[in-house]
């Protein structure tokens, strides 16, 4: 018996050990070289630009009329090499204005991961076409003229083979280059979704190890202003960041006041760029179960033998897994960001801290806030809407109003059945407050509506069709079909609430014939859709995602990929961008710019895009009405204080990046959908409240966070 307790102790040990292996640093990876990334010229005359190697890149050509000069053709040469291997597209427009291009940014090259500990080789990733990548990069040909910017970005999942999924941590950044004068280069770090540029620049070789010596200016490598303003960018705004989701590391580019280039040899010329970071696999969960089953049996055969005794050897390996598992989980303890900022001078954000808090409507029901696309304050202030339901899913109930003034309840349509208790019935404000609109699931079809407030009548606008949210000033309605299967409503169309017309605002046709590439990179081959059109509060503009569904017969689920983010002129009859990430956005009220996860603002006006109050919670958010400051959501389980499904609902200000948490709860009950209910804030249209769904009890509730001193 005790050679069986001998081995059990030494397999928990050995297993404890494993685990412990499973969450340490012991991989390094180094890139080396590459290829791809974005260019950009502004100037007169005849000039051009490349980003190459011998075997590869594409080669941007201006022509020598310098009366043209936005005119653009962008070719592939690739020696014989498929240009897949260099591009996430293949899809190189041919004479379109600069301002609309596709863009392209990706890895090519080779990686080496590495023991840490010995140094040697544990494997190597090759991403290259068969003739090898050449000696070096190229920015800018003999006898270039003009502004320069480049972008070049190497990314993790290129690199790293099945190591991809595991903890990242990257520890150093060399270059070595020449530049000509009036040339600077700035690191490149893709976080999460998001892309950072250094306020650190370099002019010549250099390095870069610890990451909190430079500060970081949000960038926009996916072009979503149109490609000029976004390549020729100049960094202003930069903070300190927490780079906690390391997808990619580059290099940018960049002339600076202005000066065009003429330079003999190229502009930029890179000779090497190697990235090192370590490779944190996630503690080994089958080497933990492993041990807690071996340490189970042993105290099962030893009380069998009823032998206390017995037991005792085994209380070692039990304490070395104990240790194990608490080392291993605090390894790398999650981040501990304040819930407001440090020094509130604002005396509008102090206003906020001091808001009151209450629920708008009587309990015993679900009163459920749409979206934070859309008020539920009435224009007027006079009224707030919500959907009302005693069912526990809270997917169905009744489109009810509550007059502020004395808590009297409307029901203005009954028996609605929603698509969910995230968004409900999309219920919102149109012409003026005069009307309410919604959607209803009646006999398996999908129906919008209308209700006027004063009469009560209620008239259906259009079938086989879901309502996304409008101008709440306007008497047009946005309208898309399934997502889940595409049938004939594959357009972004819009209703009319007096006279029911129904007209195509844009097609799928337009939006594949300009940005294809990009929406088959996003959802693949197949028949698509334009999904969830938002117009802007001005009725001018209108951004919206690409759908291609799975074919079947709910909505439910992950039914269909629905992905991008494609922004429309309603006025003029065009797109005017297209990106691939969609960060929860939301207007700006003037329509020239869209906010989004992380409080970062992209702009349609030419302005560089950028980040707002860093550190704030952001994960839903919207804007006031006069453009001045937002409101925000998010799971705060990481931050100091809080407790897992903690939420917290956050006001900030543009100007000052001030900000402070409202409210918090803990997002523990409410509707029981299948896609929960979220805050989704959103102000009145004064200003001077802010709207937001509570989870913290049986019932989803609407609540009003009033400011301190507001009429």
């Known amino acids: 018996m005790k050679l069986w307790i001998k081995i059990l102790t030494v397999a928990l040990t050995v297993t404890s050990a494993l685990a412990w292996s499973a969450s340490a640093e012991t991989v390094i990876v180094n890139w080396d070289g590459g290829i791809g990334g974005q260019n950009y010229v502004a100037g007169t005359g005849a000039r051009s630009t490349n980003m190459r190697t011998p ?21 592939p040469f690739l020696s014989g090499s498929n240009p897949a291997v260099f591009s996430p597209s293949t899809n190189y427009p041919n004479g379109v204005d600069a301002v609309v291009y596709s863009t392209t940014f990706y890895g090519a090259s080779e990686s080496i ?38 972008a070049v970005l190497f990314r993790k999942e290129n690199f790293l083979g099945n190591l991809g999924g595991d903890s990242f941590k990257l520890d150093s950044m060399s270059i070595s280059l ?29 390095s870069l190890s610890d990451f909190t010596t430079s500060t970081w200016s949000l960038y926009d490598l996916a072009g979503a202003s149109g490609g000029v303003q976004t390549l020729n960018y100049q960094p202003t705004v930069f903070d300190p960041i927490n780079f906690d989701d390391i997808r990619g590391i580059g290099f940018y580019t960049e002339t600076w006041d202005g000066v065009d280039q003429i330079c003999a040899n190229g502009t930029l010329r890179v000779t090497d760029f190697i990235g090192t970071a370590a490779i944190i696999p996630e503690p080994s969960t089958i080497s933990l179960i492993c041990g807690g089953l071996l340490l189970m049996a042993g105290c099962a055969y030893c009380r069998r033998k009823e032998s206390i005794a017995a037991m005792k050897p ?14 291993a989980l605090a390894a790398d303890p999650p981040p501990s960001w304040p819930l407001e900022s440090p020094v509130i001078n604002s005396p509008d954000i102090a206003a906020w801290k001091n808001a009151t808090m209450r629920p708008v409507a009587p309990d015993g029901k679900h009163s459920i806030h749409s979206y934070f696309n859309a008020s539920p304050e009435s224009p007027d202030g006079k009224y707030v809407l919500y959907f009302s339901s005693t069912a526990a899913s809270g997917e169905f109930g009744n489109i009810t109003v509550i007059e502020r003034a004395t808590g009297a309840e409307k029901v203005v349509a009954s028996g609605v059945t929603t698509e969910d208790a995230h968004r409900v019935a999309c219920q919102q404000w149109i012409d003026g407050g005069k009307k309410i609109a919604y959607h209803d699931l009646r006999d398996g079809v999908w129906r919008v509506h209308v209700v006027d407030l004063a009469s009560g009548e209620n008239k259906m606008l259009a079938e086989e069709r879901l309502l996304c949210f409008g101008a709440p000033n306007s008497k047009w309605l946005p309208l898309y079909g399934y997502h889940w299967k595409q049938g004939a409503h594959r357009d972004f169309e819009m209703v009319n609430v007096d006279t029911g017309e129904i007209k195509t605002v844009a097609t799928v046709s337009g939006l594949l014939a300009e940005h294809g590439g990009l929406v088959r990179e996003l959802v693949g081959e197949g028949e698509v859709s334009l999904f969830f059109p938002v117009v802007s509060p001005d009725g001018k503009r209108a951004m919206c995602k690409i759908a291609r569904g799975k074919g079947g017969d709910t909505h439910r689920g992950k039914v269909s990929e629905r992905l991008g983010k494609f922004v429309y002129d309603l006025e003029n009859g065009r797109w005017l961008a297209a990106v691939r990430f969609w960060g929860h956005p939301a207007w700006f009220p003037d329509g020239n710019a869209i906010i989004e996860r992380g409080i970062s603002v992209q702009y349609l006006d030419g302005r560089p895009n950028a980040r707002f109050a860093v550190g704030c919670i952001g994960d839903h958010q919207s804007v006031s009405p006069d453009g001045k400051y937002f409101t925000a959501d998010a799971d705060i389980t990481k931050r100091a204080g809080a407790q897992p ?36 804030p959103a102000f009145s249209a004064d200003g001077q409240r802010v709207y937001f769904n509570v989870n913290d009890g049986p019932w989803t509730r609407v609540y009003v966070a009033e400011k301190a001193g507001a009429n």
């Open 55 to 75: 075997s590869g890149g594409f080669n941007i050509n201006y022509g020598g009329d310098p009366d043209i000069t936005d005119r653009q053709s962008i070719t």
């Open 178 to 206: 020449a530049v000509c004068t009036n040339m600077r280069g700035r690191w490149l770090v893709q976080n999460g979704d998001y892309f950072y540029v250094s306020s650190a620049t370099f002019t010549a070789s250099a």
């Open 645 to 680: 499904g903690d939420w917290g609902v956050a006001v900030g200000e543009f100007a000052t990046n001030e900000y402070v948490t409202v409210h918090r709860f803990t997002l523990k009950g409410g509707a029981a959908s299948w896609r929960k209910s979220h805050p989704h």
């Open 113 to 150: 991961i590495l023991d840490a500990a010995s140094g040697s080789v544990l494997g190597a990733t090759t991403v290259r076409d068969a003739d090898g990548l050449g000696a070096h990069i190229n920015i800018g040909s003999n006898a270039t003229v003009g502004i320069l910017t480049s």
């Open 314 to 327: 085994l209380f070692g390996g039990l304490l070395t897994l104990l240790v194990t598992v608490s080392v």
